[in-house]
């Protein structure tokens, strides 16, 4: 066996490896669509697929994960070939934890789909489309190995995480007029949470594609901040959505970067 | 430099390596701590220092990645040796987001700190130690190399898990009560939801350690199930802690693995 002829097969082990995490990305696209869907549409059946179908990605992270470990021994590799096996590793750990989060929003759905309708879960497919654009730009930004793309999706994670607060404060706005809506508007409140984290994990990837392309830390003022963390909200009247809103201002550390 | 001097100076570098994740373990461990004892005291200013002490993991995190990357290229280590490094990252990756969320507990604790006490707060503090036994318990298993160990705090996380949707049914309750109970009541919600996954990432690590020391993965029945993403509270009666209660039998499936 000449020494080409193993260089070669390494670079074909490696673009196999790349092609399941892209693989894996497409189905944790897939789930987080069809989530939002099972919301909107209050698609128990759809719901009930969507938590099904996780034990795909939960079967792709263990396969990339063995992989990875098998191409680290076997090939010992150096440099970009190195950051390849790292950032599979780390992405598919990122699109395993999104698939978790659009398994739950599916299995809430099913809860939610028993009460009557509350208007702020209009908010739910409206955050949905943004997560995923981001999500989309992400996973093409891995395949086309641009950085550039990888970096606007990372900031328009901003966005999402303002729908998040904004759609956390309707909520109690919404609790506190009618106790009939408390249990909707809170499986709504956690949510939206989880969409906020799957554009986390979006970015995560975004900075994991900074690494392996440029070969170093992404190193960008982070813009996220979940100002529910702050949300103080008071019943002062009950009768209408004027509840009084206070919100601290933030303190723009570390503790920004949120994990719920 | 003789081969035998190369492979002790490897051994001294793994040894710096796993050192470096059981130090940033007890950074994690003391942090969880600190938050909920903010709660428990409504003290400002150790949620301050949490915040701010977060920035701390970050870094770990960073330095764990380096090194680890470092070693690989540099040793490319076989066997146990490989499984010690790739552990470290996931070990490093689970410790990090421990870390936000205690984070998150923190900063959520300063917004309940300008609100009355309410009842269900109490539930924080007693999920506060099961979650540092669990924690300490799958970081002393790290340490020791101990499989039972990392196994039967694993299996603790259930118990976790069912303080968990208890919490979530009462505090929904006391929400229906009183709707000055709504806001402090969803942040105990999200705390307590922190806790929670916090305990996931703890069994995470768990699993990390059996997979270092056996070199397979566990292959056990996952024990737990988040209960309250089928809850249904019904306010039947507002004068009283009596709402009605409906929960759907869980279906045992793959989203049971819940990110949120």
Redesign the interface.
Known sequence: MSTEHIVRSFAQELLRLSNLVTQMGGVAEAQVEAAVKAVARRDVGLATQ???A??RL?AYE?DIDAEA?RL??LR????QD??EI?SS??IA?DLE?IG??A??I???S??LA??PLVRPAVAIPRMGRLVETIMKDVLDAYTERDVDKAIAAWERDEELDDLYTSLFREG?TY??ED??N??PC??L??MA??ME?IGDHATNIAETIHYLVVGT?LNLARPKS?G????????IQ?DGPDAQVVE?SD?G???N????
């Open positions: 969507v938590m099904q996780d034990a939960d263990r470990v680290l021994a010992q590799p150096m440099a190195l950051r790292v590793l780390k750990a934890r978790d989060y398994a739950n599916a299995k809430r099913l809860a028993q009460m109690l609790m506190m106790p009939r408390i249990t809170t499986h409140l956690f949470k989880n984290r830390q979940d529910s963390s702050f949300a103080v909200v008071s019943p009950l601290e303190t550390d570390n503790a970067d949120d994990a719920m």
